[in-house]
């Protein structure tokens, strides 16, 4: 039964390691870009999902209407409604709203497993100017999300010393159940320069540390906290 269970815990680890941030970030505006959404108002910032910088800041065209999608994609993905956030993120892309709308459509449609669409997101993101590691990472996620770890592994292992590399390699060592080199990886990414990165590492060593005050705990049990 273990056996059937693991890569089926393991995949939606993955899973939620990576949008549990993102609901981490979002949950901070939640009132807030409701508030805004009913009254069709514009003027405050979005949290970035790999990057800090603000959504306003972001949108080249399209001004209120852009960033208006902007902010219902987000409420629908606090909401875990990938469906209607795919299709908000899409629409402001439409509108001009630019990297921000094209990170967040690339996670939507990674949620949604339409990896094909959000491989095409990624590539654009690149041509517009994303940082290299951050494209890198984001097409790390979409191989472990389709369960690709030798290609994921291969990716990484041509990638330059960055945390994104780390970050992508904790999360293959978790997937892969080597949860002492995830361990590492993690650390370096603690210590790293990503600011938004080295709160995600230390979200998961804090799950770390809570399963070892547990030494009898199963693998199980270790899977449902890192989630």
Known sequence: MTRILWPVL????????VVGFLFWQLSQTTEQLRAQVEKGGSTSPLAQILQPSSAKSEVTSGGDAALTALRRGDLAALQADWK??????GESVDLGAGLSAERKLAWAQLQRRKF?????TIDRLKQQGIRREDGMLLETLVLLHMAKFTEAE???AQSEETPQKHYGLALLRIAQQNHEDAK??????SQGWEPDLRERAKVLQSSYAEFAKFP???????LTLLS
Do not use: C, F, P, Q
């Open 10 to 17: 393991a995949g939606l680890t993955i899973g939620a390691v």
């Open 84 to 89: 209607n956030a795919e299709l908000a993120y």
């Open 116 to 120: 094909d669409a959000a491989t095409s």
């Open 154 to 156: 291969a990716m990484l």
């Open 184 to 189: 590492k990886e993690l650390l370096l990414v």
């Open 216 to 222: 009898t705990s199963n693998a199980e049990h270790l």
